[in-house]
């Protein structure tokens, strides 16, 4: 009687913890958004020549289009890799990157928000800036309002969306509103900049601050209006490997084949600057 | 009072310890739902935490939560009653189909409910171009419009609750007062009703506490102004991008508040029928 109810312990408590880990599996590839990040081998030091297993890159959320154009390039460059990405507002990534979140490539959308991960010695050697954003006005499709200025977005009855001031598109849209001496009073403060560009693709506000590679990546669907104030906030994009990098050796290649010719290309066809 | 006897009744007959198969995945269960209350608490900056506390943007912030949160109560009050009366109490075609309807806010993604809100209400939406058009009246980006996505998110607890309690309630006192020559909304009003009391209390508590804590289709619906859309779960995920002593003390504001209304919930919930 007692041999088969010890068994059964036995395997209720083995699949118990074995659901408990398979969660917490869960839960932290969640944070890397690469399911695959953690149980692919990790190839930390291994030469250029042969690249293996997946990088994680941590990039904001204005990169997603051409990074994940140059994840693709890279791939098809070093068969065996496998480019994962986990795009977000600069801000959030930082605090994930210096709680702990599994990642090799941490590619963010201003200085400030990359000093975060250098400050907490997360990073290991020293950021590069590799593209350059300005701003611009997107508006709804045709342009019903008429906006031609960043002056215009302060009439009255204009619905804007702005990013909150704590992600940089928003720290800059408010450089760019001081510089021009103007207060504007946005309807909303969104978490990332695609969320601010999303509000004018669904006409639900009438024009957003955002870079002017988003406009690009939503043709057809926003209108990009440009404003000379844009020229006094333009957002340095560094990119930095990461000092628990599980595979640094492809991150390593990853970041040098962003900074390459082959990268700029794509880079620039999205709408950015050269540094 | 009245489940007292009967609970010690079935602790004695349990007198046997507790198997170990049940014990241990019971205790693994506790460990892992209280472990990050208890991160929280531990990392919570308990000398800084007066002057978080304090401060004008939190203040704005739990006031318009609670605020939002009872206003969306009441909407899940008002159209969520007659509709878990509708569900317990009739039979139509399709009905199964409309409880899994009502109950989808439920495991639907809350963002995805708020994707959903503004493609129906929002200025540009199906039903929202015509409130645009016909009233002004536009819901996104309004104080109004944190409301309607805490409803929505919330009113399938409060359905759930108190369909659950129609369904224990005898329906014999209904058909008596009927018979009796009451009308069947006088019945519901006069009868049913104080019969379920408890049962809508219960399930307008948790409703309350799950529009309290609504973040996904809030932000997504209603946006993040100060004062007009941020509500406490908003003001944590932002402070957190800046200032993460300020989303801790934050957080635990809402833990507290949460904590002490499902507490006061608990002993209703086990004493209703």
């Known amino acids: 009687m007692t041999r088969p109810t010890h068994r059964r312990t036995l395997q209720l408590a083995v699949g118990g913890t074995a659901v408990l880990l398979a969660l917490s599996a869960c839960s932290s590839s969640d944070d890397s958004a690469g399911a695959s990040a953690s149980s692919s081998p990790s190839a930390g030091t291994s030469s250029a020549g042969d690249l293996k297993g997946t990088v994680t890159v941590f990039a904001a959320a204005s990169l997603k289009e051409s990074f994940t ?36 490539v941490f590619a963010a959308a201003s200085p400030k928000t990359m000093q975060i991960v250098t400050d907490a010695n997360d990073a290991a050697g020293e950021p590069a800036t590799f593209v350059r954003n300005q701003l611009e006005i997107a508006v709804v499709p045709g342009n019903p309002k008429d906006v031609a200025s960043l002056k215009d977005l302060t009439k ?3 619905k804007v969306a702005l990013c909150a001031k704590e992600v940089p598109c928003g720290a800059a849209a408010q450089k760019a509103l001081d510089g021009a001496g103007l207060k ?30 988003d406009v690009k990546a939503a043709a057809g669907k926003v209108e ?30 990853f970041i040098a084949f962003v900074r390459s010719e082959q990268g700029a290309k794509v880079l620039s066809e999205a709408g950015f600057l050269n540094p | 009072m009245e489940s007292r006897p009967r609970r010690a009744g079935r602790r004695q007959g349990h007198r046997s310890p507790v198997p170990l198969p049940l014990l241990l995945p019971a205790l693994l269960g506790l460990v892992f739902l209280v472990l990050p209350l208890a991160g929280l608490l531990v990392r919570t900056p308990w000398s800084e935490l007066p002057a978080q506390l304090t401060s004008p943007g939190v203040w704005q912030a739990l006031r318009l939560s609670l605020i939002c949160a009872t206003l969306a109560t009441a909407v899940t009050l008002v159209l969520g009653v007659p509709l878990a009366w509708l569900l317990a109490r009739t039979e139509f075609p399709g009905r199964r189909l409309v409880r899994a309807l009502v109950t989808l806010p439920l495991v639907l993604p809350p963002v995805v409910g708020g994707v959903a809100l503004l493609l129906a209400l929002g200025r540009n939406g199906i039903a929202g171009r015509w409130l645009d058009q016909w009233f002004g009246v536009t819901l996104p980006f309004t104080t109004a419009g944190v409301v309607v996505a805490e409803a929505f998110v919330a009113m ?12 224990a309630a005898d329906p014999r006192y209904e058909e008596a007062a009927t018979t009796l020559g009451a009308s069947r909304f006088t019945a519901f009003r006069r009868v049913t009703l104080p019969l379920i009391a408890p049962g809508i209390a219960a399930g307008a508590v948790l409703a309350w506490a799950r529009a309290l804590g609504e973040f996904g289709a809030t932000i997504t619906f209603a946006g993040n102004f100060p004062g007009r859309t941020q509500t406490m779960p908003l003001a944590v995920y932002l402070a957190l991008q800046s200032d993460p002593a300020a989303a801790i003390a934050l957080s635990l504001v809402l833990l507290a508040v949460s904590i002490a209304v499902l507490a006061g919930l608990r002993d209703r919930w086990m004493t209703t029928p």
């Not at chain 1, 390039?73 to 930082?94: I, M, Q, R």
């Open chain 1, 224 to 253: 990009g209006v440009e404003f000379p104030e844009s020229a006094g906030a333009v957002n340095d994009y560094p990119i930095v490997l990461l000092k628990d990098a599980p595979n640094a050796g492809a991150a390593e290649a």
């Open chain 1, 156 to 158: 009255s009855g204009m």
């Open chain 2, 156 to 167: 399938p607890f409060l359905v759930i609750s108190v369909e659950g309690t129609l369904r």
């Open chain 1, 184 to 213: 504007l009073t946005p309807v909303s403060y969104e978490q990332d900049v695609k969320s601010a560009l999303t509000k004018v693709e669904l006409k639900e506000v009438d024009a957003s601050v955002v870079y002017k590679t």
């Open chain 1, 69 to 104: 154009e140059l994840g693709k390039e890279f791939e098809a460059a070093h068969p065996g890799t496998k480019v994962s990405f986990n795009f977000g507002g600069s801000d959030a990534l930082a605090a994930s990157i210096t709680s702990g979140a599994p990642a090799d």
